[in-house]
T-cell receptor, first 112, second 113 residues
Framework: GESVGLHLPTLSVQEGDNSIINCAYS??????FIWYKQESGKGPQFIID?????DKRQGQRVTVLLNKTVKHLSLQIAATQPGDSAVYFC???????????FGTGTSLTVIP | KAGVTQTPRYLIKTRGQQVTLSCSPI?????VSWYQQTPGQGLQFLFE???????NKGNFPGRFSGRQFSNSRSEMNVSTLELGDSALYLC????????????FGPGTRLTVL
């Protein structure tokens, strides 16, 4: 029969603009979160992480915001570049081991 | 430092066969987790191994199994392959067992005909 894939949210931005990718996580007990970037044909690549005792963390061109009240994560990419085009996943961990739960992902396309 | 390596990168099998995939973690990492990625289900956790012991297991049938060796290298095995097992199988390694950053390998693309 026909396979039905996950509906992947998409985001298109102009090169040089800022991008914001959102993620709603599922478990209020999750205490560690990672954002990954996955390019076609490759494994997920670590971008930035945040623990539940923080609400903001910054890296190079990226910022992660955590709102535990509404169980929401966001990834902000500054000055988006064509090389940022990929699928972005948020992953949550319950600190019961290294079992991470992944969101469905957001496909980011950067328009030159 | 070398990243996570997985072999083989591509594999084609037929229904009913079994397959073994291999993962070498980053040097010094003791935890290895396996995930299945499909267009229909996304990234799903299979199991995690730490110090040769299975620490966590996802919701997959018993046809999916794994093991870890004393050098932290890990293998996963899928027996009696089904068409629905076609997927990208990803291995991730972490330094320790609890809530550590996971780094992924490139994956093994398994196609079941």
């Amino acid at each position: 029969g026909e396979s039905v894939g996950l509906h992947l949210p998409t985001l298109s931005v102009q090169e040089g603009d800022n991008s914001i990718i959102n993620c709603a996580y599922s478990n209020s007990a999750s205490d560690y979160f990672i954002w990954y970037k996955q390019e076609s044909g490759k494994g997920p690549q670590f971008i930035i992480d945040i623990r539940s005792n923080m609400d903001k963390r910054q890296g190079q061109r990226v910022t992660v915001l955590l709102n535990k009240t509404v169980k929401h994560l966001s990834l902000q990419i500054a000055a988006t570049q064509p090389g940022d085009s990929a699928v972005y996943f948020c992953a949550e961990n319950l600190n019961t081991g290294n079992q991470f739960y992944f969101g469905t992902g957001t496909s980011l396309t950067v328009i030159p | 430092k070398a990243g996570v390596t997985q072999t083989p990168r591509y594999l084609i099998k037929t229904r009913g066969q079994q397959v073994t995939l291999s993962c070498s973690p980053i040097s010094g990492h003791r935890s290895v987790s396996w995930y299945q990625q499909t267009p229909g289900q996304g990234l799903q956790f299979l199991f995690e191994y730490f110090s040769e012991t299975q620490r966590n297991k996802g919701n997959f049938p018993g046809r999916f199994s794994g093991r870890q060796f004393s050098n932290s290298r890990s293998e996963m095995n899928v027996s009696t392959l089904e068409l629905g097992d076609s997927a990208l199988y990803l291995c991730a390694s972490s330094l320790d067992s609890f809530g550590d950053t996971q780094y992924f390998g490139p994956g093994t693309r398994l196609t079941v005909l």
